[in-house]
Each structure stands twice: as structure tokens, then as C-alpha cells.
């Protein structure tokens, strides 16, 4: 069965990326290398990402898939993409990334279908994963805590999820960061 998936790291006040949508706090983080270690096997089970616009064109610009759009397979392979946004925006050649504008129940049926029965990912930001949430579909929440703390910023997860819906299926320590992982459980 396709699982929904949330999967990302987070300062310790529970912030993404600064107020300016740049992630550079967590390159800074000793030991990232080491907490990446377990992210090629969590990769293998996922068969499509979705994220949203401002996500999506953070990695466009750092990754500078305008003038290297090859990036984007050896980051991502052939995984089907679903990017929510309401505008235009440039998609690498040959990159299986969509553009989707609509609620995210109208996005589900594609993306597990796309998943070919392996899990999909929502890399961001918190509140596309927030509208999942909402829709009754996210299934799990694999948060990274990094020791750094930015004050403001954009938010982990900008929801009320209360411990009714939050079940803790683990922790680990993985370098500096602590993983977390918990199991999201329907709205009532």
C-alpha cells in the first residue's frame, strides 16, 4: 500500500529553511554527511515526490538546473514529480516533473499511481504537507532535528496536529541530528 510520507529535517525551533527560503543553515551542521547516510535506502521506496512551488524552485536555483538539467535525474532518478503551484515555471529537459494546479485530494490518485506501489515523498514545504495532512492523507513524519535554531523562518509543519493523531514509531541518533519518526493517524 502506498504511504504518504513526510520526510525532512528541521532546526530545533521547528523551522525549514530562514525567512528568506535558504537552507544553508543545515549545510553548516556538522555531521550531515553521516545523517545522509540512511537516505539512499529510504529513496529506494519512493516511486513519486510532490512538493510545492517555493520547494521546487529552491532546488531549481541551487541546483542550477537551468544550465545543468542533468542534475536533476542524479538527485532524483526517473521518480515522477508533482509540483503544486498555481504559476508557470521552468522544468528541466527530461525531467518527469508536472506542474498542478488544484487540492491536493485531486493530486492523490495520480501521485500513487505514479508510486507503482512503493511510497511517495513530500519533500515541501510544511504547508503542502499541511494540506495533506488536512486531506486525511499524510501517513508518517520523518523529521531530522538539527542542533541550530534560527529564530523565524518558515515553519515545520504550519498545522494543529495534536498527540491524538501522532504516534512515535522511533528515534535515532544520526550524527548531530536526531530522527524522529512518527505515525500520522486520520482526522477524526
Do not use: C
Not at 510532490?50 to 524552485?57: H, I, K, L, Q
Not at 523565524?152 to 550524527?175: A, F, I, N, Y
Amino acid at each position: 500500500m502506498t504511504r504518504l510520507i513526510y520526510n525532512t529535517a528541521t532546526t530545533l525551533d521547528g523551522y525549514l529553511a530562514d525567512d528568506s527560503d535558504s537552507l544553508e543553515w543545515l549545510f553548516a551542521v556538522p555531521g550531515a554527511a553521516e545523517a545522509e547516510s540512511s537516505f539512499p535506502a529510504f529513496l529506494e521506496g519512493i516511486g513519486a515526490m510532490v512538493m510545492g512551488s517555493t520547494t521546487y524552485e529552491w532546488v531549481y536555483a541551487h541546483e542550477g538546473l537551468a544550465e545543468h538539467p542533468e542534475r536533476w535525474r542524479s538527485a532524483y532518478g526517473e521518480r515522477f514529480v508533482l509540483v503544486l503551484t498555481s504559476r508557470a515555471l521552468p522544468v528541466p529537459a527530461g525531467a518527469g516533473v508536472r506542474l498542478f494546479s488544484g487540492a491536493v485530494r485531486e493530486a492523490w490518485a495520480e501521485l500513487e499511481s505514479a508510486a507503482a506501489g512503493r511510497d511517495v515523498w513530500v519533500v515541501g514545504g510544511g504547508d503542502v504537507v499541511g494540506q495533506f495532512a488536512d486531506a486525511g492523507l499524510l501517513d508518517e513524519i520523518r523529521v531530522s532535528i538539527a542542533p541550530a535554531t534560527l529564530g523565524s523562518g518558515k515553519p515545520l509543519l504550519p498545522r494543529v496536529l495534536g498527540s491524538d493523531r501522532l504516534t512515535l514509531e522511533s528515534v535515532r541518533q544520526s550524527g548531530q541530528f536526531a530522527e524522529l519518526v512518527y505515525a500520522v493517524g486520520r482526522p477524526a
